[in-house]
């Protein structure tokens, strides 16, 4: 396949899957909201099988640019998308528990594997913040979306089961996170735009 090509399609394929991210996630909590009137949120499985999609797309996107910037030697950005598709992993798979919630015991153990995965989102962001071809203020972002999760899980860690303020937390981080895959859709297709622009010059 011609180079230019081949950088085209890994491009659009990237952005795509970030974008798909956060529409689908979006997207779901709008047409299936939670219900919250118990002392723990139920989840609908319509919302969870789009989530579980987006994210298999993220997954994706997060692969594809770690294993795209490892070629270019950008070792420390490669490992942070590495790390935050592991994360999304781990995300994926305590979602396919919470629609079976039926008491907040079971919810307990769910937000023990969900806590497991926002645990990587610290170290992940930092190493993306390495990215440069990523504008500042868009790495600045990424790093404050992970706060909230990092919150919500320390929260529940040292005894708090007040789910409400716990999933209120959490989805204000994970609001900031669509944003901010949003804003790595854009950045990645106007570096590819620019380096083609370079090449033609």
């Known amino acids: 396949m011609d180079a230019h090509l081949r950088e ?4 659009y394929f990237i ?13 779901s909590l709008i047409i299936f909201p939670p219900d919250f009137s118990n002392t723990y949120p139920v989840y609908s499985p319509n919302l969870v099988m789009l989530c ?23 070792t420390m950005a490669a490992a942070g ?14 979602f396919l ?24 989102f610290i170290p992940a962001m930092l190493l993306i913040s390495t990215y440069a071809a990523f504008r500042k203020w868009i790495r ?13 899980s320390f929260l529940f860690l040292f005894g708090s089961r007040n789910f409400h303020m716990l999933e209120n937390i959490s ?20 570096n590819y735009k620019q380096k083609v622009k370079h090449i033609l010059q």
């Open 140 to 152: 600045i972002i990424g790093l404050v979306a992970a706060i909230p999760l990092l919150t919500s």
């Open 171 to 190: 989805n204000t981080g994970f609001m900031l996170m669509f944003f901010t895959q949003l804003l790595w859709a854009y950045n990645v297709l106007i």
């Open 52 to 74: 579980e999609f987006g994210m298999a797309m993220y997954i994706g996107g997060l692969t594809l640019l770690g294993i795209k910037l490892a070629e270019e030697k950008q």
């Open 97 to 120: 528990e919470i629609a079976q919630i039926v008491s907040e015991e079971t919810y307990i153990q769910f937000y023990y594997v969900f806590a497991s995965g926002n645990f990587l």
């Open 8 to 11: 085209k399609y890994i491009a």
């Open 15 to 27: 952005a795509t899957c970030f974008v798909m991210m956060a529409l689908f996630s979006m997207s």
């Open 81 to 94: 998308f590495t790390m935050l598709a592991i994360s999304t992993g781990v995300t994926a798979v305590s």
